[in-house]
């Protein structure tokens, strides 16, 4: 179990997830941190979750692929610095900013710390 918490809104999340994790809030849509097993590196594969919902994965081609959104896009990027998650992140928050609504919110979390 690993828990990331969002400072701009003061949400956490918990999630049972693999070895390399990034975690984007659901609410600030922001990248609100990382965990990979070297910890330093973009390590891949790795699970992307959205608050509490694991949405899509960085294959090891650093190929983001989400079923549920139906994305399927090369991201690009340094391996050093994490530059491949930043994409990600980046990449996950002009996604979510153009697509996302409200009502999709209350899949991702309990809301307890809200
Ligand atoms: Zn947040």
Known sequence: ?????????NSEYSVNAGANILMI????????????????????????????????????KYVLRSEKYGINQQMTGEYKDLGYYKCVAEYMHEWLE?????????????????
């Open 98 to 114: 153009h697509t996302e609504t409200e009502a999709q919110h209350y899949i991702y979390s309990d809301k307890k710390n809200m």
């Open 1 to 9: 179990m690993v828990s990331f918490h969002c400072k701009t809104c």
């Open 25 to 60: 809030c659901p609410y600030c849509k922001n990248d609100i941190g990382s965990i990979s097993d070297y910890g330093f590196g973009p390590i891949v594969p790795c699970e992307v979750y959205v608050g509490m919902e694991k949405v899509a994965d960085l294959d090891d």
